[in-house]
């Protein structure tokens, strides 16, 4: 964990990881048992789905609850049906969690709905078959005639600390990158593909075709919002410019499926064990994080803290069998003693939130109107909404208030009590 | 078939820098020793017992409200103890135990836990108490008679008041190394110059105070006294005279500082810092009191909410 520095004048840094030039080939983790698909709708509209315990599965086959939901998960393995659950997750948000037993390697089978339709390709067909690849590719901004979309971005620098995950797809897989970008203009007949690496993948990040650009290190300039603002040009940076955000991971996994006419649904994920160990390990989307842990020997113990996604902006799980999800970035083992102590002690004024903020919110008094959970307030005069959810003032905050939980439940609070007076009148 | 392993599960950041409120309390006290060990030599016994009684009540003061008011007890942050030793360093070693009492009662209780406690008051609380104790018993905080029975090696007259009443000449006595070294009668922890400034590098290099409030309230003194200086000469001392008396060293490193009651952001701080400056000098050398620095606070303490809004726009709305 990085420690505030004896020099406390300057402003704190975080930097992201950077991946070395020799970085070790990932290591390939099967799934144990089964798979878990955890899908981001309600279980009570599950009743009369489209799924039913005992159903068998294919690889590759598309789990969606009804037929025209968007939310879907692709099955990484084949198999059979064997429980369907709800969950909820943080803040409420309700799944539907899909087990799956799974078949023997050698009796997999292989859908073949992708390969009959990757001959006509179009974005409808991306948007029905593709968003359950690793890297979540998201194709429903292209539908969205409010603010069409002019510029793809594809994100080759990571999204939080520690990670290595998307800058691993620049460095080695640049070639199935090319194809997945070619595929995206050609599907969307947007040319303006622009490629964001960190400094030192610019030179392999030549060979993908787009235009690249790079960012610095420091944590949070990888930031889509932040991108927007310094990196595009004028005209895409304004809030209301069409922009889409493609992860590494997602342009790569397109460009295989095209090459290969198999979904890869192979999650690469960025390991790191409880003595900080880093490994880069390839999973089937939807095995729970307990195989990972068995497969390198990191025995949890009470009070430890799993962590998915980066240090700042990640979530804890409460078990080891939560699944890996397509955008599951990154995986975190911390030990008890590392989970920093937080308090329910009121704002000190101290300002430190307020220098690292990258959104300029006077966090200070944010938080205030946060604690009193006065939520309009906090969006109408204090800037709510403006926050792009980078967690810095958490980090940095001398009282410890965990500010940053207190932002994301308040937008959160306040979007769906916006939704539920849309959906009455 | 879940595992029963009972993980932690807390929310995002899970990494903190690893500050905290009572590190910063403990610092701050440190720091502050620099100077009160000097003033404690100085001034014997008596201030080591001021000092003391200040820290116990205020600590105590605190608790109280917590109690009363039920809350978590918040001691364990450090900032009682803290305002109870600035408001010691401020006092005479002369002082009664029974005004001590009194003062860490106003600062403690009026100046923070009524205001909903650490972070939420809008004055500096020990300059509060101390403004108030000194309007309410003058004759107890009148340097020159507390301190009267107390023998010097050197000019034992409060300068400030000499300046006040007989011009720039009469102060020319006063070396500004000697006034470093804390050859001048005042405040326990207020006359020791070097220690105060030492105490003051080291919180602004370690962050622990904001340095734009620290650097820009001594340039307001700097600017304001030379103005002055400049006009009058015969009238006005010096810039080296005001930086080095009275509270203008522990006012710029202890006092405008405070979390609460101070800006946050830069331009902001700049302003307030330079404000608090000039007052003090205003107020010193044409308004009816001794030292300014005392008012110049709470009056800057008054306009930081309003200094404050001048800030950059929030991302995403418009420029
Ligand atoms: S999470 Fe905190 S630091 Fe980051 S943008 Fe939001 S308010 Fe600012
Ligand atoms: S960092 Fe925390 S204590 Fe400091 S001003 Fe921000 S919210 Fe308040």
Redesign the pocket.
Known sequence: MIKRSFFGLVKPKLHYERIDEAQAEPVSVKASKNIMLSIEHPFESAKNSLLKIGDPVKNGQKIALTEKADDYLLASKSGRISNISPFVGILGKKYTVVTIDIDADSAQTVDDHFKSSSQTPSLEKARDLLSGLPGKPDFTVFFNTDKPVKTIVVMGADNDLLSITRQYFVKNNIISMKTGIDFLRKITGIHNVILIVPQHLAQVAGSSGATVKTVDSEY?SAHPHLIRQHVLSTEASSPDAGVAFFSAEAVSALGAAFNTGKLPLEKLITFISKDGTRRLVSIPIGTPLQDILNEFNENLEEGDQLIVGGPLTGISVYTTDSPVMPDSDTLIVQSKEQVPERSDAPCVNCGD?VR??????Q?NL?VRYLEAQQYQEAADQY?LF???????????CESRIP??QH?RLAKYTLESMKEAEENNV | MFSTLKLTVSHAPFWHIGSSTSSKSRNILLASLLAVVPGCYQYGQAAVGVVTIAIASAIIWELLINFISRRPISVGDGNAALVGMIFAMMLPATTPWWAVVTGTFFAVVIGKGIFGGIGANPFNPAVLAMTIVMLSWSHLFDFNAALLNYQFDFNAVYPLVLSKAFGAPAVESFAVMDLLKGKQIGGIGSTFGIGLILGGVYLMLRGYIRWEISVSFLAGIFAAALGFNFLNPELYAGPGFHLFTGYTLIGAFFLATEDSSSPVNFIPMLIYGLLGGALTILIRNIGTHIDGVLYAILIINLVNPIVDKIRPKA?GKGV
């Open positions: 949070p939130c690292v903020c990258p959104a300029s919110i966090v944010l800037d403006s926050c792009i959810e980078c967690g810095f003032c958490s980090y940095v500010v940053f932002i | 991302i």
